[in-house]
């Protein structure tokens, strides 16, 4: 795989492309941090606009299904003044084995500044970021198991809101963390932002083999991975990137690994609940707990708008970071 920090930052150290977060320096992480925070009134007023994008053209260039990234991507884009286009992959050419380098030429002819790319391959976004021409940037929105940086953004934008002292947390990420592009991101921006406690539980068929060098400790008893921690992140079952069957079945799973009040129980009192979604009630959370004060899914989504502001107006280079 295209390593993404040779083609990311450019020869004065600023960031032309967002592909991954690791890398990246705890400054870095904060100013997205500080600067979505500017963002997040947009959405308050009448005129939900800001003019920092305006007269630049973004393509949403989805490879694979989604709800949250693509429509928060899309509305920050309009927020910053941007024409977007979204392009349905199975209406174009694409499906007619149309290759990923030409349907990129075909997009850049239409003067476009910046791709946001999910791919179920991994390192995708980061070959497209090779051919695009300099001046044209591309944003990760999820490739393959690799990486998902502005799912990670969102999520410690969420947490620093909750919980503003990074240096004195438990963060525990339950599920599929084997499949999860999200689990990898998250791990890489705790420790950039200098959480000294990360856990990861599940069973031993979820977890990837070395996990510990990204220097996490893994647990594969719910009870005693999420014992006073801060926060608890779950995952789902990524099925579509299984190759073959690692669980029984998804009630078992829940009986073993899902997040029931009990459970939650072990956790600290002020505990908060995260989860990138799409949730799968009754799999790894029960609806008691995803519906309930402590959960924060939906905010999540919600701060993915001004975070996906930011980095969109950092790329581009207007943002004062
Ligand atoms: N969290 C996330 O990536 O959700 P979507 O697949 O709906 O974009």
């Known amino acids: 795989m295209i390593s993404d920090q040779n ?24 100013n997205i941090l500080d600067h979505a925070e500017t963002f997040t009134s947009v ?20 490879f694979e299904a989604s709800t949250r990234t693509r429509t928060t991507f899309e509305l920050a884009a309009k927020r910053l ?79 620093r809101r909750h919980k503003p002292n990074f240096g004195k947390l438990t963060v525990t990420i339950v599920g599929d963390i084997k499949h999860s592009r999200v689990a990898r991101s998250e791990i890489h921006a705790l420790k950039i932002l200098g959480v000294p406690d990360i856990r990861v539980v599940a069973p031993k068929t979820l977890i990837p083999a070395e996990i510990e060098r990204l220097g996490v400790s893994v647990y594969h008893d719910i009870k005693q991975g999420i014992r006073d921690a801060d926060v608890v ?18 009630s078992e799973f829940f009986n073993t ?17 995260m989860h990138p979604g799409p949730i799968n009630r009754g799999v790894e959370i029960d609806s008691a707990v995803a519906d309930s004060k402590q959960s924060l899914i939906l905010e999540q989504v919600a701060n993915g708008i001004a975070v996906r502001m930011a980095i969109m107006s950092l790329v581009v280079g207007n943002a004062a970071l």
């Open 7 to 30: 083609i990311q930052l450019d020869a004065a150290g600023r960031i032309i492309h967002f592909l991954s977060v690791e890398g990246l320096s705890a400054k870095t992480l904060v």
């Open 43 to 62: 959405g308050d007023r009448t005129v939900k606009k800001v003019p920092l994008l305006r007269g630049k053209t973004v393509v949403n260039l989805f």
């Open 233 to 250: 992140i779950m995952l789902r079952l990524q099925k579509e990137r299984m190759s073959s069957a690692l669980l029984p079945s998804g």
């Open 81 to 159: 003044s941007a024409d977007i286009m979204n392009i349905n992959i199975d209406a174009s050419a694409t499906s007619k084995g149309e290759s990923l380098a030409d349907t990129l030429r075909t997009l850049e002819s239409m003067q476009a500044d910046m791709f946001v790319v999910r791919h179920q391959d991994s390192g995708a976004p980061a070959f497209i970021a090779r051919q695009v021409a300099s001046g044209v940037s591309v944003i990760n929105a999820g490739d393959g198991r690799h990486a998902h940086p502005t799912q990670a953004m969102l999520d410690m934008f969420t947490i």
């Open 257 to 273: 690994y899902g997040l029931t009040r009990k459970n939650l129980k072990f956790a600290k009192s002020d505990v908060i609940v």
